[in-house]
């Protein structure tokens, strides 16, 4: 196949995993490296039938022979921890290279690995996504990205392989505010529907009846049209977890600070996502939120 | 007309004036009372064009012959300014009569006025509503209805003539609750927004792709589909005014404290509704929100 | 004794039970009036040692031969149960009287009754107190006082029998929103010290030396004077209980609304104090609104 | 004098540079580096008239002689530059030696630079002060102390040359989380007390005697003694600024995420002294947080 390519990729856990199956379906050769070595041969057995599939030590090596480095790991250092130093995968990807990251990671290190790829006569795209699990399994994903018309262009042909949806923002870094945007609105949301949940059952109002009077208006979210219903059934074991959201949010309040914009619920949200942590809620899913408010008298 | 109704109709404001519209078109009998008379001579010219548009100088003039009383006002003193005393509704209203009441009021005043119904051997039911002006223009509404299924029943068939989605919640003063719901929702929601629209902003993303990578995902709102771009354009002169929300929240918190729920994030958005209308903004979109968030340093 | 007046106590609470005990010692003869009977029995028996404590079954007929007329009971509810209709001791008190409440209430009411005394030719006095239960024991409770310079003047030399510090705010109204002032005060220190005592607690700090090195600066509070090391020994069965905070706190909410100011930590500290309310700590000092936080992971 | 010593001190700054002046005249011989050299020159000719104050040109420089290494200058970044790396002070600081930091930093860094030292045989204590510039220049700061009790015990003998108070609160960092403890503190402080001033003021209450009537109780705060009437008359030019105010809380809120503890209403302050910022006032004191709050209808 003409636009095969050989790619590195980094990081093979819940989103990653499936995201690099994907890539050799499409019919790229993928050379993945996982810290945890068990994980990369659980991948290799789930996915890799064909000798396409090839495992790495290190960053470095995963990245030596490759056209393209992938990376989806945790945090920004992490993402320092795969790219930089002698095993990291910057060390070895070959000039004129790109690097896609879709961790979800600050604004601030993304300039940074940008300009450091840049001065490495490499390209570098930061693609944070959103969808969750089901959308890395099922390859629909939405990805925001950040970076030159060049690298953007490059990324795309490859991130097709999981994307429901790209969008180019702008410049390095505006993937990752993108997705803080997403974030903070999510804040937002949750933060109103869980106190609209307890109330609503507080009130003794059937759950279904008001879900169906006010989905089709004014009030209606993506959370509650998913969510409504599990959580006024307490069900809060699937999703995006309140310890990434954390994360996350953290990233988002100081990039705010940075660009000196005020985000007060967001970082209220952040410090009760603290309290469902204290409660042992952070593997939960975001809409755990409302476990911190306790129920009415009903 | 077999199902033809002599209805009063009092409050014929931005809502009740096209609602009592669409009576006259759906066939019945509409006498209508409002406080200001001008604005009841402008709905008889606009709306009253085969007699059976008919003025009255009280509300208890305008339910004398009525079978359905329909009030649409402000709030809870202007409920029960129309509907108690010698000149209120309810002094006239013959038993089995029914009333409806549409105004977004406390669920204390919901349950008092279906009980003194009760006590009459009247029918009440508390109807709040959302949609908006266009909604009602349009016939439209959606209907949120606390009462018992026999006052339910008779209010449905009247109502039909401008409702979208009517939907039975519960028993007196659950139409009322549902709202605020309703209106706790959008207050998480506008909150997130605002914080996210001045960051994105301040990032210098452009907002059209902002929105359209994230307006598919976990993080989609109506409000966000209806008014991202308005608010990124400080546009802010249309939809449901600041000063009513106000009103809705503060009914909504006040019952939040009887129910034994705590409300946080509701109590915080209302006050920062108190600065947005200390800046002038009472009267604009509760999307003005944002209005009280200092722009970045861009 | 010249200036020995005929006073008529309403509500022999935990605060007015004892200060109408010191109207007795300063030589003024006192009818009470108590809801409870029992409560009134307890009073005599331990206060009216000389034949000039009487009891009353109205407030109307405490009033009736009475010169000034204090009350000190529980909200704006109780405070027009006791003052207004047919036993109420405005129907009694003959004109010149004077009237001083005591009762945390609304401002909204303490200038409605001032009005309606006016009206009658009597005087009022709004004049919360605060000082607590220990103040009101030992007489050293401070008065914040909202009136007429005249009718001011009058309460003074009467209410200087249980007053440490007695000030004369302002017009109808002024002590009310003075003691709001207060209120609002606290919840700020009260959410900061909540936060401080737990922050310190999970970092394993000595609290007692945190206390010596912090208690002299710029982070001085009487609260963390006097409830530091109380709030860290979790001992909160002491003090101005939450319920009755919340109900200051409402008032305070609903006046700055009225003010066109607004109150975001005050608002957010009332939701707040919901929680704790919750969780079963209503009747507890108001420093329990650290409960609602999760201690750390110490 | 048997126990003058040689002192490097790095950081001329508000608080350092009469620090580093107390030091002189309490016959200790200081070597002092400042970034910009203009500031070393202008403290020499200010506080260095016999011969014992000398300026280095790098923090390396001026250690390399000391038996004490003294830091203040401004954040964690800051921090590492005076202290790391070929020309940090502690390349050249001889083994047996003790640092004392009184920037207010992170407790990570604290730590980390405690442990630094512990590895290169010297003694390190964290000790971030109060008191502000006035208590700098009179030599009565307060100072909260971590580290072990040696290094302790030598820092106190010295620190005492501009101490009023000086805890030992426990072990490395423990000094920078008390200080975080006093920030949380004043945090919820200032909020209630700004809300306060502008409902009080919009209540059109004369201030003073609000002040006179609740200074004295539960309300009562070092904020409310000594803010009120400059808070009030929005006089903001003095005492601990803004800027420094988020650098410390920004710490705090780490801090309190590493420690599982929930700071909400700290957070919320921190975000609405970034609106502050955005109106200009960084620079100003930290009661200028009321400048956010429109002022009321009066
Ligand atoms: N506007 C909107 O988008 C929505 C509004 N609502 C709710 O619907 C209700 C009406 O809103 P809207 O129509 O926009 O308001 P308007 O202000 O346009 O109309 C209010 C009507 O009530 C009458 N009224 C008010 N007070 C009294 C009184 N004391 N005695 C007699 N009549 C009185 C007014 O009479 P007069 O002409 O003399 O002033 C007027 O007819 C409110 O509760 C609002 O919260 C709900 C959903 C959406
Ligand atoms: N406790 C404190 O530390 C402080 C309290 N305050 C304020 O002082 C006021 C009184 O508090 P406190 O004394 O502690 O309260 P208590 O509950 O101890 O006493 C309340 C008194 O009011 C009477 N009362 C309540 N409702 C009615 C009614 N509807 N009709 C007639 N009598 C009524 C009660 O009568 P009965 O015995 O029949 O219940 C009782 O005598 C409150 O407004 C409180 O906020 C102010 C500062 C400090
Ligand atoms: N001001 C106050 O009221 C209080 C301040 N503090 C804390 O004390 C510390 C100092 O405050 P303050 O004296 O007011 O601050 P200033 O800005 O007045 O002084 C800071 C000092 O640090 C030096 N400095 C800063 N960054 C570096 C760097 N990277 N390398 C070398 N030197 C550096 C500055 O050098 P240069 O002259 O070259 O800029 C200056 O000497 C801060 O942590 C502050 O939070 C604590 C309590 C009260």
Redesign the interface.
């Known amino acids: 196949m003409s636009d095969s390519k050989h790619i590195a990729f980094l990081g093979l856990g819940v989103m990653g995993g499936p995201m690099a199956g994907h890539l050799l379906r499409a019919g790229h050769t993928v050379t993945a490296y996982n810290r945890t070595p068990a994980r990369a041969q659980a991948w290799r057995d789930r996915f890799g039938s064909d000798g396409a599939a090839h495992i790495a030590a290190t960053p470095a090596e995963a990245a030596r022979d490759a056209q393209i480095v992938i990376s989806c790991v945790g945090n920004d250092d992490d993402l320092s921890q795969v790219m930089r130093g002698p095993d990291g995968a910057l060390a070895t990807l070959a000039p004129g290279g790109l690097v896609i990251d879709h961790t979800t990671v600050s ?1 601030r290190i993304a300039r940074a690995l940008a300009q450091e790829c840049a001065d490495g006569g490499l390209h570098f795209v930061d693609a944070p996504v ?3 699990q089901a959308g890395a399994e099922n390859g629909k994903l ?1 990805i ?1 990205c950040g970076g030159t018309p060049d690298a953007y262009a490059a990324a795309e042909a490859v991130m097709a392989a999981y994307a ?2 790209m ?4 410049g390095a870094g ?1 993937g990752q ?2 997705k ?14 869980s ?2 949940v ?3 059952d ?5 759950m279904d ?2 879900l ?3 989905s ?9 049209e ?1 969510r409504w219903k599990t959580m006024a059934a307490d069900e809060f074991d699937f999703g ?1 977890a309140i310890d990434w959201m ?1 994360k996350d949010l ?1 990233y ?1 309040i100081e ?3 940075a ?14 996502y ?2 469902v ?3 042992g809620g952070g593997r939960q899913d975001t809409s755990a939120l409302i476990r911190r ?6």
Chains 1, 2, 3, 4 share one sequence.
């Open positions: 604004a959103s969808g969750g939405a925001m429901a949806r969008v180019h923002i702008g505006a505010t993108a803080m945007v997403n974030q903070i609105c999510i804040s937002g949301i949750m933060a109103g529907l106190e609209a307890r109330f609503a507080a009130a003794n109002l059937d009846k008001v169906d009077a006010i089709g208006g004014a009030a209606q979210s993506w959370q509650m998913n995006f954390r953290g988002a990039e705010a600070k660009l000196g914009v005020s985000v007060p619920v967001t970082a209220l949200v952040d410090q009760f603290g309290e942590q204290a409660l408010l306790p129920k009415g008298r009903r």
